[in-house]
């Protein structure tokens, strides 16, 4: 069965700092899509990122980007010059045949 | 702003009662996704509908059940409810059947007392 673990319940980070959520996951799986999700205090579930398998390359978007370890099967969210908006709690999920959630890491950022 | 509405906002009642959780997608989107998140479990998914037709199923209870309609809103009912079915219920969509990025709704706030 898949499984997706986040092994940080909780992280912080300095303004304008950068910070490396982890997550790593487990599937037998060839094809699949991973995903970071954020979840601000309103409860809004937001897409962040999202990495196709087939794809070698790191997605990034603006101040985001992945590092994609398909051997590893880790899947890190990397944030550079946080901004206390970034302050959420960060989901990475797995989409191939079952979607699967991590259990989320709470993301403070300080001013 | 998704797209995607859900209906009732907050929603409380009691034990043994049953309640209907409703979801429109955005325009277009053929899948609808259910998912619970409990305040100590994260999120789990439940149930996925494609164009009328159930297409997954997670950890979704007995007591519980979904359907998709002609319009393809979807509702998730609860029944005989208990004091863990507590929790912030989400619906999801998705233009295709898989593979996409996941619209969520605000999702709904239930309440058993």
């Known amino acids: 069965a898949q499984t997706v673990t986040q092994s940080q319940p909780e992280m912080s980070v300095q303004e304008a700092e950068t910070v490396t959520l982890s997550c790593t996951y487990d599937t037998s799986e060839s094809d699949y899509y991973l995903f970071w999700y954020k979840q601000p205090p309103s409860r809004q579930m937001i897409l962040v990122i999202r990495?196709?398998?087939?794809?070698?390359q790191n997605a990034t978007e603006n101040r985001f980007s992945v590092n994609f370890q398909k051997a590893a099967k880790s899947f890190s969210l990397k944030i550079s010059d946080s901004q206390l908006g970034d302050a959420a709690m960060y989901f990475c999920?797995?989409?191939?045949?079952?979607?699967?959630f991590g259990a989320g890491t709470i993301l403070r950022v300080k001013s | 702003d998704s797209g995607v509405t859900q209906t009732p906002k907050h929603l409380i009642t009691a034990t043994g009662q049953r309640v209907t959780l409703r979801c429109s997608p955005r325009?277009?989107?053929?899948?609808v996704y259910w998912y619970q998140q409990s305040l100590d479990q994260g999120l789990q998914f439940l149930i996925q509908y494609y164009n009328g037709e159930e297409r997954a199923k997670g950890n979704i209870l007995e007591r519980f059940s979904a359907q998709q309609f002609p319009d393809l809103h979807s509702e998730l009912n609860l029944s005989s409810l208990e004091l863990g079915d507590s929790a912030l219920y989400f619906c999801?969509?998705?233009?295709?059947?898989?593979?996409?990025?996941?619209?969520f709704g605000p999702g709904t706030r239930l309440t058993v007392l």
């Open positions: 999801a969509s998705t233009p295709g059947g898989s593979w996409s990025e996941q619209f």
């Open positions: 990495q196709e398998a087939y794809k070698q």
């Open positions: 325009s277009g989107d053929l899948s």
């Open positions: 999920a797995y989409h191939g045949n079952k979607l699967v």
